[in-house]
């Protein structure tokens, strides 16, 4: 079993900056990768960005391209979500996932944090 919390959502105005933090703990030596996804109002959750947890490669969606970066510190087992130049589409609560193998997918995800962007 692999404990996910996340934590740092907020109400913001567009253009701001928020960090989302995810501690992870139990059997974390199983972790292949981390990501954040969101489920805006209304929608499907969706990926937002993903890292390797021994190499640190990091992807991301295109709608966050260039204005979130995914991090992680692997001796706190701690992922983070640093979201610059919010939008009002960015409005959504994010979750953490984490994905033991590849072929796996992610099977273990923390309860969300809000993040609303007004405009």
């Known amino acids: 079993q692999v404990r996910l919390v996340e934590s740092g959502g907020g109400l913001v105005q567009a253009g701001d900056s928020l960090r989302l933090s995810c501690q992870a703990s139990?059997?974390?030596?199983?972790?292949?990768?981390m990501a954040w996804f969101r489920r805006p109002p209304g929608k499907e959750r969706e990926f937002v960005a993903g890292i390797t947890w021994s190499r640190g490669d990091a992807v991301y969606s295109d709608s966050v391209k260039g204005r979130f970066t995914i991090s992680r510190d692997s001796l706190e087992w701690t992922a983070y979500l640093q979201m610059n130049s919010l939008k009002p589409e960015d409005t959504a609560v994010y979750y953490c996932g984490v994905e033991n193998t590849p072929a796996a997918g992610y099977g273990y995800w923390g309860q969300g944090t809000q993040v609303t962007v007004s405009s």
């Open positions: 139990g059997r974390t030596f199983s972790i292949h990768q």
